[in-house]
């Protein structure tokens, strides 16, 4: 008999984020959890040892941040999950909630950067492209940066002269190039590394006067920073030699960086001396770090899990510095690690095997969404779900997944969709010819791009699949794109090598509804109503037209965007998702 209690008490453990500090106020700290069953934004004071919860609202909040002077807390308020909406903010001991920079319309968000000062750096999307705001104590709000192209806020300067931003002025948000303006919007600095070689702003060296940006850039195939000073053009390249990416962010006296170095889907951490080059590691157990920062007395504190432990927030010395309260989350079993021959080159896979089964296991698939995101070693309750039901799970880290070099993220744009799936097919085909996947019972599924690959795969690999389950997913692609936001526009444009009216092959070879007619196993479609990343009128046109064709198909439809900051709401998704698996696999 299986224990559906266990699966579901990994969703509702309550979990909490990486802290973020007030640079003048360090034991002012802000926070993510869902103590109360939705995620939403709370306060730590360390001194006084309190905590406070900062929004309270249906659909839940996520996008926050605390000023560096400790004295008040952004939120951004949209409506129902669609992530348009406007900045507002309350003071850090509480109070009313107000509008946090006066004047400006509701946009997607772009990025922000606040001094101590009060200034306030807002970068904004729309369907006019992409702008730059800043506002501050006794002046009005003003618009210093415009372009059709997509963008963002990076950085500010300590002293609050100098804004970093990431822009696609030269047509490719997947590539972005770097622009150092001043508070009046005039042009400091250009940097541009050239086609298909994006950069990345950190953020400015954390010192009045100290004007170094650093910077992660990929020159040489892969992520890992640089410094560079606007001013004078100058360049610095810590020489790291690691495998996999790399990326860094100040200690905060400047005198060194914290390295992040992902490698076969785990995290190390370790500090970099910028005097010397001297390179050490920190001790931090096996297993995938999401998010880590160096705090003012050296001290390095970070988020961590591995497949098998759940979620913790720990310090450099051995401390678990902050939990939620309520029961732990069951563990789960450890990923085994797969390197499958494709057609591309070798792909990594995770690969989770149940405890109390035999082989040949029926198996699910899970396709990672991204497609710049990998699958790590790190504590998912879905994966462990399935697990609990008997059902073997592959995670695979296809061509466009990150971690494994510029050239293996960028390989998808050659055909989009249907390269990534060449490697899940290799890893499916490798699991059944291994004994470990019962072939007659193999699901595809995912959320969001992984969503996108398992309407695709359905189509296009059709005797592959038993059954597959969709989460907001693209599925008409040109239906897609004419709703989604503008930023995700620029994404698509930058992937396919231009709009569906200038490349309109390549859409269609690419779009799960061109391959409809060729689905045989039956497919689970969750969409959420309100979602402007996947929207929902191309997932109906899919819908339409499996019903005409008479095919198998269900449907889950939520309220809210893309994805849910409700716990039981995912309950309720994971647990239709099982229901629906199960009724053709077994």
């Given amino acids: 008999m299986v224990d559906d209690e266990r699966w579901k008490a990994r969703f509702r453990a309550a979990r909490v984020s990486l802290p973020e500090w007030a640079e003048q106020a360090p034991h002012r700290n802000l926070y993510r959890s869902n103590t109360t069953g939705v995620w939403e934004l709370y306060t730590w004071d360390r001194e006084s040892g309190t905590h406070r919860q900062v929004t309270d609202r249906a659909e839940g909040t996520v996008t926050g941040a605390v000023d560096p002077s400790g004295e008040w807390l952004w939120w951004f308020d949209d409506t129902d999950g669609d992530e348009f909406g406007v900045w507002r903010r309350q003071p850090f001991t509480g109070g009313p909630d107000e509008p946090a920079v006066a004047g400006l319309e509701p946009s997607y968000p772009s990025g922000l950067c606040l001094g101590a000062s009060g200034t306030a750096v807002v970068g904004g999307s729309t369907d006019d492209g992409f702008t730059v705001h800043i506002s501050g104590p006794g002046r009005p709000t003003r618009l210093i940066y415009r372009h059709e192209q997509d963008g963002g806020v990076a950085a500010l300067s300590r002293d609050e002269r100098l804004i970093a931003i990431e822009h696609s002025e030269h047509g490719d948000s997947r590539h972005p190039a770097l622009r150092v303006l001043t508070a009046d919007g005039t042009t400091v600095a250009d940097l541009w590394d050239g086609p298909g070689k994006g950069l990345a702003a950190v953020g400015f060296a954390p010192l009045p006067g100290d004007d170094r940006l650093l910077v992660l850039h990929e020159r040489r195939g892969r992520s890992a920073p640089l410094i560079w000073h606007p001013g004078s053009g100058e360049e610095f390249e810590p020489r790291i030699e690691l495998p996999g990416e790399i990326s860094a962010d100040w200690y905060p006296d400047a005198s060194a960086l914290l390295i992040a170095h992902e490698y076969q889907a785990r995290t190390r951490l370790f500090r970099y001396e910028l005097a010397g080059g001297a390179l050490t590691e920190i001790d931090t157990p096996a297993g995938s770090i999401g998010s880590a920062t160096a705090r003012p007395d050296g001290t390095v504190e970070y988020s961590w899990s591995s497949s098998a432990r759940p979620p913790a927030v720990r310090a450099s010395d051995g401390r678990v510095i902050l939990t939620a309260e309520g029961p732990a989350a069951p563990p789960s079993v450890p990923a ?200 929902i009128r191309q997932i109906d046109n899919y819908l339409k037209r499996l019903a005409e064709l008479g095919k198998a198909h269900e449907v889950y439809r939520f309220d809210a965007g893309h994805g849910s900051l409700v716990v039981e709401e995912r309950v309720r998704q994971m647990a239709a998702e099982i229901a629906f698996i199960r009724k053709y696999l077994g």
């Fill in 336 to 535: 085994v690690d797969a390197w499958v021959d494709g057609p591309g080159g070798r792909v990594h896979a995770l690969i989770s095997l149940p405890a109390e089964a035999t082989a040949p296991y029926p198996t699910v698939f899970i396709a990672h969404g991204g497609p710049t995101a990998h699958d790590a070693d790190q504590f998912a309750p879905d994966v462990a779900a399935w697990v609990d039901q008997g059902y073997a799970v592959a995670r695979v880290n296809y061509r466009g997944s990150t971690g494994y070099g510029s050239a293996w993220r960028d390989a998808l744009e050659a055909r989009i969709g249907l390269t990534e799936l060449e490697d899940i097919r290799a890893v499916r085909d490798w699991m059944v010819a291994s004994g470990q996947a019962d072939p007659a019972r193999i699901a595809l599924t995912g959320g969001s791009w992984g969503g996108f690959l398992t309407l695709l795969g359905l189509g296009v690999h059709p005797d592959a699949w038993s059954a597959g389950a969709a989460a907001v997913p693209v599925a008409d692609y040109v239906a897609a794109y004419e709703d989604e936001m503008e930023a995700l526009q620029a994404f698509d444009r930058s992937l396919f090598g231009g709009s569906p009216d200038e490349v309109p092959d390549r859409y269609r070879e690419s779009s799960p509804i061109t391959y409809i007619e060729q689905v045989k196993a039956p497919v689970l479609v969750l969409a959420g109503a309100n979602d402007p990343r996947c929207p």
